[in-house]
Nanobody, 116 residues
């Protein structure tokens, strides 16, 4: 069983920044894809950013140029750096890890609130 634990959410003013962390219970090299999703109230969960083993890096159009992904392999952690946040970025952010066999693991989510 794999556990993903997100952290780093909170309340930030528009224009501010947050860095989310997703700590995995095993090496992130064991996954084909590490991704961040978000879900705002009343909306479907949407992909924010994905890092694959190819390697490839993909971002949702709405966050391009503002969000970045990085990893700390020694800590089995993937980060989502979010800059220039707007109220439209407010959501619960989830980490997803997909194995080479296509099995998905999800974290419990971390709340991001953007408000003045």
């Amino acid at each position: 069983q794999v556990h993903l634990v997100e952290s780093g959410g909170g309340v930030v003013q528009p224009g501010g920044s947050l860095r989310l962390s997703c700590a995995a219970s095993r090496s992130i090299f064991s996954f084909d894809t590490m991704a961040w999703y978000r879900q705002a109230p009343g909306k479907q969960r949407e992909l924010v950013a994905a890092l694959t083993s190819a390697p490839s890096l993909n971002f949702a159009y709405s966050v391009k140029g503002r969000f970045t992904i990085s990893t700390d392999n020694a800590k089995n952690t993937v980060y989502l750096q979010m800059n220039s946040l707007t109220p439209e970025d407010a959501a619960v952010y989830y980490c997803r890890a997909r194995t080479l066999s296509g099995y998905d693991y999800w974290g419990q989510g971390t709340q991001v609130t953007v408000s003045s």
